[in-house]
């Protein structure tokens, strides 16, 4: 009589061990789960901006647009000077300073147009 009643309470303690252990794994999972919504609802967002971005990158250097302004600002009167061209290693520091010191990358190295 007393093993079964020991045999009893063991079981009862795998129980509420198991359902415990049980309620704890749903709860992670649950928080995996939004957190993984969350990462593919901001690549969702990050993918259309740069695709809007290259659209963007096309109209602005597009020939028939570049032609335009060309026309309307006379460029072909204009002289450059050579102080007046700089380098991309020497505009990189400038423009996308706040990208590198976040990502730590060179975003030029990475455009692929």
Known sequence: MDKIRRLKYILILVFILTTITTFITK???YNLSKEIIEVENQIADLETERYMLRIEWSYLTSPERLMEISEKTNLEQITITAKQIKKLKDLTP???AKSQKENNVNPIA???F
């Open 27 to 29: 709860k992670a999972v």
């Open 94 to 96: 400038y423009y996308y």
């Open 110 to 112: 990475k455009l692929s």
